[in-house]
Each structure stands twice: as structure tokens, then as C-alpha cells.
């Protein structure tokens, strides 16, 4: 059960971690978080990283640029010829168009887009609890701000297609993951 290739949406605390996570585990999958990447980037100090670093710190979008290379890269690796879950990307529609084009340069294609939709209370109170750098509830309403500038107008991008599905993610995590496995089976 592999060679899928997923995208997931949502708002921060979504649950988007967890459950691409547990969905990549079972299909046998890479699991590519972009927000992962960066962070082991600044842990690292490398140039992306030191790039990077205050956008992520003050809640914003890092620029597009910084990371069309760095998700190519990542999307033609040996590991993902078989399928991948990206998670946390594309955030805004430019990166969805880049997406578009490096998927076909690549002769793969997007099977499932998956978004998971949750209240902005449940979305403040579930980041407060994870406690992250950028976790702090000013970083958060600003995170929530920029994902519905940015990155909600994906949904109508995409919300045509057959390929999205999009699930009530304020329910219990379990009961998520296996809407999820049921969706893409
Ligand atoms: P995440 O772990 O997905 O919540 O991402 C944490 C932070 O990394 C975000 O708040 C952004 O600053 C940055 N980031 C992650 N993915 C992207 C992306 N696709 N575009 C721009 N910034 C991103």
C-alpha cells in the first residue's frame, strides 16, 4: 500500500504533525514536514537556518524562495520515489503552483489533498499545551492571521478537486487517523 502521494492542510494545531506522521508510518511513506526541516536547520545554524530563524520566531511565513530548492531536493530523493506526506507545504498559492510544476517535472502527481479543519479556539488551546518556541498566544493569533491570508486560500484553489478531502479534525486523534486510513484506501 504505498506509492501515494499526499498533501496535507489545516491551520497550525491542526493536528497536521500527528496525523501525517502516523498515516506515513502506515503507508510506508516519508513523512516531509517543511516546518521540521527548518527547525532542525536552526538547530544546526546552517545559512537556511540563520534565514530562516525570525520569520519562524515571529509566526511568519519563511519566503517562498527558501524553500523551492530545499522541497525539490527533498521530493526527488531515493526515499521518495515511492510516495511521500508533505506536511506544511504549500502555505500560500505560489508555492502550490511550484508544486504543480515540480510534480509533473518529476513524473509524479498528487493523489490526496487532505485538510483538517478546527475551530480557532481549539487551535489556541492545543498550542499553549504543545508549548513550542513559536507557541507563545501572541505568536499563535498571529500564526492563525497569516494561515488565513496566506494559506486558507489554497482551500478554494484545490476544493474542486476530486482529490480533496477534507475532515473535522476536533475530534478525538484516533478517530481522525482512521477517517484518514479509511479516505485513502
Ligand atoms: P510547522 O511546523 O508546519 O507549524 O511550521 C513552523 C514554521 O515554519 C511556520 O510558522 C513557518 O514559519 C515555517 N514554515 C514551515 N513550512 C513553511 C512553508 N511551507 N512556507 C513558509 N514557511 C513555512
Not at 538547530?43 to 519566503?63: I, R, S
Not at 488551546?125 to 496566506?150: C, F, M, N, S
Amino acid at each position: 500500500m504505498n506509492h501515494l502521494r499526499l498533501i496535507f492542510l489545516g491551520p497550525p494545531g491542526a493536528g497536521k504533525g500527528t496525523q501525517a506522521k502516523r498515516l506515513a508510518d502506515w503507508l510506508g511513506v516519508p513523512h516531509i514536514s517543511t516546518g521540521e526541516i527548518l527547525r532542525g536547520a536552526i538547530a544546526d545554524q546552517t545559512p537556511l537556518g540563520q534565514k530562516a530563524q525570525a520569520y519562524m520566531d515571529n509566526g511568519d511565513l519563511v519566503p517562498d524562495e527558501l524553500l523551492a530548492d530545499l522541497v525539490r531536493d527533498r521530493l526527488a530523493a531515493p526515499d521518495a520515489r515511492d510516495g511521500w506526506i508533505l506536511d506544511g507545504y504549500p502555505r500560500t498559492l505560489n508555492q502550490a503552483h511550484y508544486l504543480e510544476n515540480l510534480v509533473a517535472d518529476i513524473g509524479q502527481r498528487v493523489d490526496y489533498i487532505i485538510n483538517l479543519d478546527v475551530p480557532d479556539e481549539t487551535v489556541v488551546e492545543r498550542l499553549l499545551k504543545r508549548g513550542r518556541k513559536d507557541d507563545t498566544e501572541a505568536t499563535i493569533r498571529h500564526r492563525l492571521d497569516v494561515y488565513r491570508e496566506q494559506t486558507a486560500p489554497l482551500l478554494g484553489y484545490y476544493r474542486d478537486s476530486d482529490r480533496f478531502h477534507s475532515f473535522n479534525g476536533n475530534r478525538d486523534s484516533d478517530l481522525v487517523t482512521e477517517s484518514l486510513k479509511a479516505a485513502v484506501t
